[in-house]
């Protein structure tokens, strides 16, 4: 007995998600965002938490776990003290988007938690490998050449607001 084609996708898309299918965690976003206000911060003082925050709309305590996921990471430094706060330890043009998403949730792409070079099929399915590698490498062409001065500037190299030109990127499969 067949089932019905709409209980056929409804199971693809829950495997597709429990394989982690492309999608930007909360906690990258929400990274990129603190970090446009730490970048953009033209003073010579750092920026506190709670102006992070409030300016981006972060909840205290998430924002707090990723500004120390950042700071392992060398991305930020902070400062302690009634006028302390956080600012930038590397120049915002040697900072990437894939940097950052790497900072705070691993690798760009991961099949079961595994990187996908380190994942086995057996023969039928082999070739989701190569797809899943391929994935890897066009997130790679976006994320890896999009720095944090872009953000800043709001000046998307060409080879990313090219992309966005194409209606079709803006709808939803």
Request: zero cysteines; proline letters at 5%.
């Amino acid at each position: 007995m067949r089932s019905h084609p709409s209980l056929q996708r409804n199971a693809l898309s829950r495997y597709l998600t429990d394989l982690g299918a492309m999608r930007v965690s909360a906690k990258s976003d929400y990274a990129l965002r603190a970090l446009i206000e730490i970048g953009g911060h033209t003073e010579s003082t750092p920026v506190s938490a709670e102006e992070i925050g409030k300016r981006q709309d972060i909840p205290h305590g998430f924002l707090q776990s990723i500004l120390a996921d950042l700071r392992r990471a060398g991305v930020v430094m902070s400062q302690r003290g009634q006028s302390g706060g956080w600012r930038m330890a590397q120049a915002p043009e040697n900072v990437s988007v894939a940097d950052v998403i790497r900072a705070v949730d691993g690798p760009l792409v991961s099949v079961y938690g595994m990187r996908p070079e380190a994942v086995s099929y057996n023969e039928a399915a082999s070739v989701l490998q190569p797809v899943w590698i391929a994935a890897r490498s066009s997130l790679r062409d976006v994320f890896e050449h999009v720095t944090l001065a872009q953000l800043v500037s709001g000046k998307l190299p060409k080879e990313v607001s090219g992309r966005v030109k194409d209606s079709d990127a803006w709808q939803s499969h």
